[in-house]
């Protein structure tokens, strides 16, 4: 007798790549997943130990109090805004009320790798729009548009690239899309940047009837654990989102620590303000040593070693010398290797480690 089979778009999908979770451990640099280098808010710290006494009750079915809170917090209409289990879940959840067999969903080339991973498990088909420099390039999604594309996902910031898109290109972008593919604008890291051209999505998702932007927890709020992510939208579409959703999808001890976080500006600009510090800096010493950066706006950067064995060879000895990194060619960027921006301290380590390598090699 036949076993299971799985259906045809499941068996397509390439598995999260995240081999070096897990390889933390003491004296390890690990800036392998963009997790935030300064740790929680002390608030969030208590807040979550406190709901500890709470743990045999069903958490808020639908995570109201952190939706009220993210609503006061960026003054945004709270019947608008859905929490997921991390981002990765309302990515799941956009792509099982909006595509399936027969669909098609568009990403940029260097896209993160949650939307083909949606796509497919839904048994839509992604499509990956070149890209211009390392950057999402408008021009190029808009020619992948047609009769069957359901929705556009975007990474603005894009991971692991770090690249981004203005506002202005935004909006060229969603005013070249018909009105019924859903643009999906995921902001996970629109917290660091500090450009001025830059935003995230929230006048386009206010204002339109066909773009979501999400965000999360898990970077600069360094709740990554706690997977807490949120989207933000029109109504009727949350009100989709909302039927698709499990019950209880966020816990308890989540939402209070998401709600203290929230309310930690301080420690929120701090880490803020260090990665805008170290960024530059590890940067310009990377590219001392001849090696090419791609010019990041998050909390990381993809650094460049002229070819793939050398890409591995950097990665097997810095992981070696106890910093975890994580390569990307699962991404289409066999030639580089992502780091994630740490304290100065460890940075330095970083570079020191990177120095060797390159005087070896
Ligand atoms: C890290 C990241 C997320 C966050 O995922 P969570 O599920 O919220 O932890 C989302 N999108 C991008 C592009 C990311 O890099």
């Not at 280098?37 to 500890?52: D, I, T």
């Not at 790798?113 to 808009?142: C, F, K, Q, S």
Request: hydrophobic share 40%; glycine share 8%; with cysteine.
């Amino acid at each position: 007798m036949a076993p299971p089979k799985a259906r045809p778009g499941v068996l397509q999908i390439t598995p999260y790549d995240g081999s070096e979770v897990g390889a933390g451990g003491a004296n390890r640099i690990v800036i392998s997943s963009n997790e935030s280098a300064f740790g929680p808010s002390w608030r969030a710290m208590e807040a979550y130990s406190a709901s500890s006494e709470e743990m045999h009750r069903y958490p808020e079915i639908d995570a109201r109090s952190l939706r009220q809170a993210l609503a006061d917090k960026h003054g945004l209409e709270v019947e608008r805004i859905i929490c997921g289990c991390g981002s990765d879940q309302l990515i799941d959840l956009l792509a099982l009320a909006y595509a399936g067999p027969g669909d098609e969903t568009v990403y940029s080339e260097h896209g993160f790798t949650m939307y083909p991973i949606a796509t497919r498990g839904v048994g839509a088909t992604p499509v990956a729009a070149l890209e211009t420099a390392l950057t999402a390039d408008v021009d190029a999604i808009l020619d992948c548009i047609n009769e069957r594309t359901r929705i556009v996902f975007l990474a603005n910031p894009n991971n692991p690239t770090g690249t981004y898109l203005g506002d202005a290109e935004l909006r060229r972008l969603h005013a070249g899309l018909p009105d019924d593919v859903l643009l999906v604008l995921d902001a996970a890291y629109a917290e660091y940047v500090v450009a001025p051209d830059y935003d995230p999505g929230v006048a386009l998702a206010r204002e339109t009837s066909n773009v979501v932007m999400t965000r999360t927890f898990s970077k600069i709020y360094a709740l990554a654990s706690l997977r807490i992510g949120w989207a933000y939208g029109p109504r009727e579409i949350i009100e989709i989102l909302d039927r698709v959703r499990p019950p209880f999808n966020v816990s308890t001890p989540a939402i209070a620590a998401g709600i203290a976080a929230l309310s930690d500006d301080e420690h929120t600009s701090r880490a803020r303000d260090l990665n805008a510090e170290v960024l530059p800096w590890f940067t310009s010493k990377i590219e001392e040593m001849g090696l090419a950066v791609n010019p990041s706006v998050g909390n990381f950067v993809i650094v460049h070693f002229g070819d793939e064995g050398r890409a591995e060879a950097a990665y097997r000895f810095l992981f070696e010398r106890g910093v975890v990194t994580r390569r990307v060619a699962g991404y289409g960027l066999p030639e580089w290797v992502r780091m994630s921006i740490g304290k100065r301290d460890e940075m330095q380590d970083v570079i020191d480690a990177l120095r060797a390598f390159v005087g070896a090699t």
